[in-house]
């Protein structure tokens, strides 16, 4: 008793008892020594939110606390420990085809916010972060790329396919999007066993993009990306692991910006491209870059050097939504540094960028050992899955400023000649086009340029997914046999397949060229050329003449144009007022 009294009448030393009387009724509820709460603060961070992407969230933060909490005592680190904290995100699954998807990427700047809140106000000098779905993750490693603390991130994890009791054919999210125009017995079927557990969706959709990315990039130890969020390890093996890397990384003075290097940008998008990941990294890796003080286009690399490494670099992978399997399949086989190993060894990666685990790229790769590719789940480099990289970009009248991308890994038909030439068919709005397609899906022609606008970062306002259409396009063009093609100032899931090109900027909602197309203009994607172009707007009297038009409606209408939709919220406003373009990361700017 004497002990603990002398102990306690040395806790109130900073002349702030309400500060201190906090701290420590924390310390002590949460089982830690009291005596450390003017110490430096680590803690753990978590992404939740209203679907199975975040039901696997909680044990882990709870399981990486208590990891931290043990070593902290084991070693007698001077290091207060403080309660988690969490950020709330959305599900892009269930949000795809309404109007709450706008919500989406305003999420990962919600994300941003939150974390930014949590470590500045706690002034935290380390923290251990369990990232879910795809938008939080990058949010997340944004504000701590900006605040700049020792951090390491720990993925939640892939949901596990399902199947389907019927045909025996494997399930997921985009499996159900695609058969949206089915009987509602096949509907009903595919929703009761497409998603069976917990976890962010399996395929190389923008989730697994995201966290090959930044785990490639550094910032997460390689070989916990591809196991199940169910996988035993996240709970009992990797929270200790996650501890020795931010242990590792304050006793060397390692910083997020020391990892996150324009090398370590340039491996990240070359892993994910090998894999065909998701058009969303060309958003995320700008926005990340940002935070940690990089100009992505300037400084890692130019859009020709993009195209150029495209254009270059074969798929490795046999992965949904191109291919047949989930990343639960990729870990079965060895994981995520089977892929870098490979990589690595065809010259591709630079192995010398540091990582979260002390260790360099290559030394990480090393000390994992993992297998040569298996030839079907993970394809050597000389024999892969396709021979071309997954992305392209892509510039013309319809995207003066490039950045309008194309995924070529999921494009099924329609290139001849390394090119697509369309009819446009004009839609104003999302939903409109949906309406299309669940009512007279007969009016789309084959040849057809769907042509969605006024959904970009400003017009939408928040730039949302096109799931929901691009896979009742693709369903449509699988059953009558044809080509029907999109493009969109928005973005889309990266479990979108088809010849659909997103990202075109300017948007509609600022006059660029895709609000002036006009149904039945000739438009051509030139794959040759990296081109996207009208061929109306060639004519400058005629682009003239169509602006002038755009530009008298908007006037009449309060400086918007009609088509632009009304908004209410505070994010929606901040949004459409702050928005940078597609190209810049899409993201609100920060004054």
């Known amino acids: 008793m004497a002990e603990g009294q002398a102990r306690e009448t040395h806790v109130f030393v900073s002349g702030n008892p309400g500060r201190d009387v906090q701290r420590v009724g924390t310390a002590r509820w949460l089982g830690e020594d009291p005596t450390l709460i003017h110490e430096p603060v680590w803690g753990v961070l978590g992404n939740l939110g209203d679907s199975q992407c975040y039901l696997g969230v909680r044990s882990k933060v709870d399981a990486v606390h208590q990891a931290m909490s043990a070593r902290v005592a084991r070693d007698g680190l001077p290091i207060r420990l403080i309660a988690p904290g969490f950020t709330l995100a959305v599900s892009d699954g269930q949000l795809n085809g309404t109007a709450q998807m706008r919500y989406s990427l305003i999420g990962r700047e919600a994300v941003n916010d939150a974390t930014e809140l949590h470590l500045r106000a706690s002034d935290m000098a380390g923290v251990i972060a369990v990232v879910a779905c795809d938008k939080p993750p990058v949010g997340t490693l944004a504000a701590i790329l900006d605040f700049n603390v020792p951090a390491v991130l720990l993925s939640d994890g892939s949901i596990h396919p399902g199947v389907d009791p019927v045909t025996n054919e494997r399930l997921d999210i985009v499996a159900a999007f695609q058969v949206a125009s089915a009987d509602d017995e096949t509907r009903t079927r595919t929703a009761l066993h497409a998603c069976p557990g917990q976890g962010s969706c399996g395929g190389m959709f923008t989730y697994n993009t995201m966290q090959t990315f930044i785990a490639v990039l550094g910032m997460e130890p390689l070989h916990m990306v591809a196991p199940a969020s169910e996988d035993p390890r996240r709970l009992e093996q990797f929270p200790a692991e996650l501890v020795d890397c931010l242990v590792t990384m304050h006793n060397i003075g390692l910083r997020p910006r020391d ?100 260790e360099t790229l290559a030394e990480q790769v090393a000390r994992l050992a993992p297998p040569a590719p298996d030839g079907e789940v993970v394809h050597p480099l000389a024999a892969p899955f396709k021979s071309t990289g997954g992305l392209r970009l892509l510039h013309g009248n319809l995207a003066p400023d490039g950045g309008a991308i194309l995924k070529l890994a999921g494009v099924e ?44 970062p400003r017009g939408a306002p928040g730039m949302p997914e096109m799931l929901d259409p691009t896979s009742r396009i693709t369903a449509l063009c699988r059953q009558r046999d044809i080509t029907v093609a999109l493009m969109t100032d928005g973005r889309f899931s990266g479990g979108s397949v088809g010849l659909v090109i997103g990202h075109i900027s300017p948007e509609a909602y600022l006059a660029g060229p895709i609000a002036l197309v006009e149904d039945g203009d000739t438009i051509t994607v030139d794959l040759e050329g990296n081109r996207l172009d009208c061929a109306e707007l060639a004519d400058p009297p005629t682009a003239q003449q169509r602006l002038a038009s755009w530009q008298t409606a908007a006037t009449a209408n309060g400086g918007a144009h009609p088509h632009v939709v009304a908004i209410e919220g505070r994010l929606l406003r901040r949004m459409r007022s702050t928005a940078r373009s597609a190209l810049d990361g899409g993201g609100m700017q920060d004054s």
Do not use: K
């Open 259 to 358: 990892i996150v290097t324009p090398a370590a940008l340039r491996n990240a998008v070359t892993v994910t491209m090998a894999m065909g990941g998701s058009t969303n990294v060309a958003l995320h890796a700008v926005e990340l870059a940002r935070s940690a003080g990089l100009d992505f286009w300037g400084q890692v690399m130019s859009q020709e050097e993009f195209n150029d490494l495209s254009s270059r670099l074969p798929v490795l992978v046999n992965m949904r939504p191109f291919g047949a399997y989930s990343m639960v399949d990729v870990e079965d086989v060895g994981g995520l540094p089977v892929i870098v190993a490979e990589l690595l060894r065809g010259g591709w990666l630079d192995g010398s960028t540091r990582t979260c685990t002390g």
């Open 413 to 456: 038909r329609g290139i001849v000649n390394g090119q697509f030439i369309g009819r446009a068919r004009v839609f104003d709005s999302e939903q409109s086009l949906i309406d299309t397609l669940a009512d007279r899906p007969e009016v789309i022609s084959d040849g057809d340029m769907i042509v969605i606008r006024y959904v970009g």
